[in-house]
Structures are given as C-alpha cells and as structure tokens.
C-alpha cells in the first residue's frame, strides 16, 4: 500500500508540475482576455455539530480551477479553517496540508503530523473528524467515491487511537 | 588489544597454578559433587563453563571478539575483551583484575563471581574457605503454581510465574507438548493430573537452564495453544476438543482460513471469560477532562470495578492493562483472541470540542463495507490455513479483511449486547442517552468475538468530568454493564 501512495505521489507531481507549466506557458489570464476567466464555485463543507452527534453543512464560494487537485486543495484548506457560523471545527487549525492526489477515484490527502499531535479528543471528535473530511470530499468531487488519510506522506492506523483509518473511507459509512 | 591479553593470561599463571578439587554443594537438592578449580596464590579461579553449569546460566562465547556472554532469564552477563570488561544487561560493572582468558575458556576469580557475576544474574554462590565447599543456591521460584480450570470443551492451564519469563515451546510429538521456561525454577515438584482430560497431566522438571514443562495431552488430538497471559502473569496452555469445530457451515467461510475458527464456535461454549480493556495509558492519555481528569485513569478505575464485579458473578474477567501503560492496540486485541475469551468490553470516556457535549453511548462493530470479491479473494489467497493474529504491518489489510468477514457472525451478538448495556444505562444514569452506534475501532479490528465499546460519558463536559470521578456513578454503570452481561447469558443459554 505504501508502494501504490509512493506511485500515486509521484502521478500527483507529474499532473501538478504539467498544470503548472501549461499556465506557465499560456500566461496569466488578465482582464479583457478571451481566454481563461476566473471562475468561482460554490461548494459545501461539513463541519462538526454542537453535540458531535452529526454534521452542519455550510456552503462557500472558492475560486474556482479547471485543475480537480487544485479545487480539492482549496475545499480541504477551507475546511481546516474551521467554520464561519455555529457549527463546531472538526481538524485542529495547526494541521497543515501537505499534498493531495487521485488514484483510482479515491482521494488521498496528507497532513502534516499536526493532525495526529494536535487532536485532543475522544471518539466523537475523532468520528466528527473523519467524517467531515469524507463528506466534504465526497460532497464537491462526484469523480471521488473514498478516502484515505496520510500523515506526513505515510499511512496510519488511527488519528486519536480509537477509529481505524488505513482504509478506504467511504461516505456511506462515515455519516 | 589481544597481546594485552595474552600479557594478563601469561602473568598470572606464571606462578605456580593450581588444579585443585572442591566440593559443590546444591540447595535445590542436586547431589554433591566434587569439581575441579584452579588456584593460583591462594585465588581460586572458575572457568565460565563451569560457571554457567552451577548456576544454570545460558553461556554463549565468540573467540573471535573475545567475548562470552552468560544468560539468566532477563539478565545477561558479558565478559568482554578477555574478561577485563564487565557488562550487567549493558551496563559496566567495575571487577577488577579477577578474569583472564586462556585458550579457549575464561577464568574468573571466585570472589568476583560470589560478589558480582551471581547476584547481578539472580544467583546465588557461597565459597565456605574453611570446608573446603562451594554452596549454590538457585534463586527463589520464579514458576509460583499451575492453575488449570476446565469446561467440557476446554481447559486453560495457566503456570504462573514471577516476572515475565521466556519461554520456548516444542512442537508436540505423541501427544505430549514441551516448554522450556528459560530461567524459570519450579516452586514445589507439583503436577496436574487428570485421567481422561483434555490434560491429561502436566508435569515439571528443573534443569539448569530453567524449567521443562510437559503438557500430555488427552486423546482425540485435542487443539491447543500456548501463549504468555499478561495479568495474571503466566504462561497460558489452552487445549480445546476438536470435535467442536469440525461442524462445517456452509455459508460460512472462513474457518478454513482462520485459525480461532475452528477453534470456537461462538454458540457453543459458555460465556465465562471476558475480557475487558481499559483504552488509552502511559503517555496516550485519550481525552482530558477541563479539571485535568484523564480519560485514561478512568478507564482503569472503572475497568477494574467492572473486572471484580463480573468475579463476584462467577464469571472471570481479565484486563488487557493494568497498570498505568500503554498497551498496544494489536496486543489488546490478541489476548482477547489467545485467551479464548466470549466476550470483549472496551472501556472509554469521550471527548469533543464544544464542553457541552454529553452523554453515554455503545458502540459495537460496523461491518466494513469493502468490496465482497476483494474479501473473498484475500481469503483463497491467505489459503493455507493459519492466520497469523499478530497483525503486523504487511498483514495488516489482510488481516483486516479477513476480520471483516469474521466479525460479521460475531455483529448480531455484539449488538445485542450494546443494546442491552445501553437499555441498562439508560434506566440508571442520569445523562443524555446517545444510544448504539456502529463504528470501525482500531482496538476491535483484530477482536474474533463479540465486542462493545463504552463511552461512559464526557470527560470533556465539566459537570461529566466530576461524575466519572465519582464512585457512585462509576458504580452505577458497573452495575448496569454486569445486568446487561447476566441478560445477554441467559439470553443465549450459555
Ligand atoms: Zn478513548
């Protein structure tokens, strides 16, 4: 499995860098071009409720790419900074994104170790956690149907010692 | 440095050297016996292998770096660069010029092994000049007792020992199983017999490297296995009645492939063990309450109350920690499996952002909801019989899956009993009832029985954190988990 996310890594650079040349290449868009518009998307994010019984959703414009990886990115640092209205954070504001890839319509996003050093909680928090990243992903990338968790590039058991998460993650079962 | 050596080896057997007799005397009752020493300027000197033999030490010995090394139990002895460095379990003891090396063995004065070498290995030698007598006394037991309890099905034989002791375990041959407990003295010449058991008899001998223990098995080519019991501490010989497993179950697949199956069928044997698991310990503190109460001292406390509970019962509960540790989570799970328990019960307390969050919930297993054919795949592939219960990283997806398949017969029982224990709860305690959930936990991925996870309450909530404290609500739901075991037994008749 390590193999396959080293690979997966490594597919996720290659598609990055070739986005990144491509803009390069075709320039920025400025006012008054034909070419790309800046577009924004309205997207959803699921936050902890008061109690950790369930999730609020809360809804927000990002700018929007024509790159999924970017998008992806965008949604998921949305979500570590936590929420606008009422509801309650579900990732501890100190953990950092470090990389995003698709590989086989599961989406895989690798956290700095913050993720793991900086939860506090029980297994509600935990629960809340999880399930708030796979229903985030899952709600704004139909092309994405789980999840998998990487702490500093690496596979874990466990965020907060109690949920197993070195597995596919699907939104049918993180409710 | 080997000239150096050699300069020592030389020096002191310059003078005139000595082969001399002494007598052994043994306080394990062995007979005396007159061995042969050397002496030199009134120093008598032991050679190593005699050394190892009076004491029953492991000796091992690599010429080439001058180095020989003597083992007892945890302890080990190292006598380096031709005995003129003294190692005790890797730290310098200071002796002196008391050892030389001469040809192939190592000399090592009397003295030092009376005052250093023995002690630091948990021996005992006495040099008595005027007698002319050597007296070695082998440390005091270290194998306490053999407890053996037995159903129609099973018996579990635990030999309980002092420390955690090693052991090596010999494969069977004609019914008879041998451990070598490394180390390990035998406390009384007791033995085990039972005519037509499933143990037939156990039996004890001393030999100087430790203890042999023979386990003859009854007839029927029962199953057993062997493996360490963590509280209490022990070497844990489980042997079970085949004719038990061989029922097959067509829709059931995985007795094949895993080795608990055919082991226990969960409908057939009484629920008289259970195990219960304190979570978190040591430096993984789970969740702290806002007066710094930590979940993971709570979840001892109630463990314990809810083990001598259950006892009072007559139905016998083990710990998975107990003590402030951690335990890892896989280790957690194997002794629930090794020890052929009925039943698992993890203790918790939760933990959530907003400090209003409250409540008591029960968790029990989800079914995981991988792919049927990857599932059914890894098991043709894990093919050929054994399933390691050690889950170690490259087995560990496998090992899941295979779970998966497994716990899928133990999720009715185990929500029975989430159910039962959250109805009992419900009655007694007086928070928000957050009811049964279903959830993947690390701790009940490896569990091949059924299995429920408390959350007692919010150690997060501060109006929760003074009750979990409190032993009357730690009572309370002590209580209310023993009703709901005591139900869900009579439930199922076992
Ligand atoms: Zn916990």
């Known amino acids: 499995m390590r193999k396959a996310a080293t690979v997966a890594i490594a597919i996720m650079v290659v598609v990055v860098l070739g986005w990144y040349i491509r803009e390069r290449v075709s320039g920025p868009s400025g006012p008054g071009e034909t070419g790309e518009v800046e577009t924004t998307r309205e997207v959803t994010l699921y936050f902890g409720s008061h109690d950790g019984g369930s999730l609020v959703a809360e809804h927000r414009q990002i700018v929007s790419s024509r790159n999924i990886l970017e998008n992806l990115r965008r949604v998921l640092e949305e979500l570590v900074s936590g929420p606008e209205g009422e509801a309650m954070a579900s990732l501890p504001a100190s953990a950092r994104l470090r990389g995003v890839f698709i590989h086989d319509r599961t989406a895989f996003i690798d956290f700095s170790q913050e993720i793991v050093k900086d939860f506090a909680g029980g297994t509600t928090a935990e629960y809340v956690l999880i399930s708030s990243l796979v229903q985030t992903v899952c709600a704004n990338f139909p092309e994405v149907d789980a999840v998998r968790i990487l702490v500093e590039g690496e596979e874990v058991n466990t965020i907060g010692g109690h949920l197993l998460v070195s597995r596919p993650l699907k939104p049918q079962e993180w409710r | ?494």
């Not at chain 2, 993890?346 to 919930?361: L, T, V």
């Open chain 2, 1 to 494: 440095m080997k000239t150096g050596i050699r300069i020592l080896a030389v020096m002191l057997l310059a003078g005139p050297c000595l082969a001399q007799s002494v007598q052994v005397s043994y306080s394990d009752g062995r007979p005396v016996e007159s061995i042969a020493v050397l002496q030199h300027d009134d120093v008598v000197y032991l050679s190593v292998s005699q050394i190892a033999r009076l004491l029953g030490l492991e000796k091992t010995a690599d010429l080439a770096t001058d180095e020989v090394t003597l083992r007892s139990g945890s302890h080990t002895f190292k006598l380096l660069i031709g005995g003129t460095v003294w190692m005790l379990d890797g730290e310098t003891v200071a002796p002196g010029d008391v050892a030389f090396r001469e040809g192939d063995e190592f000399f090592v004065e009397l003295g030092a092994v009376e005052k250093t070498l023995a002690p630091g290995l948990g021996t005992m030698l006495r040099w008595d000049e005027a007698g002319g007598t050597l007296f070695v006394g082998l440390p005091a037991p270290s194998i306490i007792d053999i407890d053996v309890r037995s159903s129609r099905e099973r018996v579990t034989a635990t030999i309980k020992t002092i420390g955690m002791l090693n052991y090596e375990l010999l494969p069977a041959v004609d019914g008879k199983i041998e451990i070598l407990v490394k180390g390990g003295v035998f406390s009384k010449r007791l033995g085990f017999d039972s005519e037509g058991g499933l143990i037939e008899s156990i039996q004890a001998k001393q030999e100087t490297h430790g203890t042999r223990i023979i386990v003859s098995l009854g007839d029927g080519d029962p199953g057993y296995r062997v493996f360490p019991r963590f509280d209490p501490r022990g070497i844990v010989v489980l042997v079970w009645k085949r004719t038990l497993t061989d029922i097959p179950d067509p829709e059931f697949r995985p007795p094949r492939t895993l080795a608990w199956a055919d082991r226990f069928s969960p409908a057939r044997v009484p629920i008289d063990l259970i195990v219960i698991d304190p979570g978190h310990g040591g430096d993984n503190l789970g969740s702290v309450g806002p007066s710094g109460y930590m979940e993971k001292d709570f979840n001892l406390e109630i463990s314990r109350k809810l083990r001598d509970a259950l006892e009072r019962k007559g139905i016998d509960a083990m710990l998975t920690r107990n003590d402030d540790v951690f335990v890892d989570l896989v280790t957690r799970t194997e002794v629930a499996n090794s020890v052929g328990a009925d039943l698992f019960i993890s203790m918790h307390a939760n933990g959530y952002g907003d400090p209003q969050a409250g409540g008591f919930e029960i968790y029990f297993l989800s079914p995981a909801m991988d792919d049927h054919a990857r599932t059914v795949a890894a098991m043709e592939n894990a093919g050929s019989g054994i399933v390691p219960v050690s889950v170690d990283d490259a087995g560990e997806e496998i090992a899941f899956i295979l779970w998966d398949t497994a716990q899928n017969e133990f999720v009715v029982e185990s929500s029975h009993l989430a159910q039962l224990i959250d109805e009992e709860l419900a009655g007694d305690l007086k928070i928000k009832n957050r009811g049964v959930k279903q959830a993947t936990f690390v701790v009940l991925a490896g569990v091949y029985l059924p299995a429920v996870l408390v959350e007692s309450a919010f150690i997060t909530n501060p109006r929760e954190e003074e009750l979990l404290a409190d032993d009357a609500f730690q009572d309370t739901i002590v209580n209310g988990i023993v009703e709901a075991v005591l139900r869900f037994k009579q439930h199922y008749g076992r």
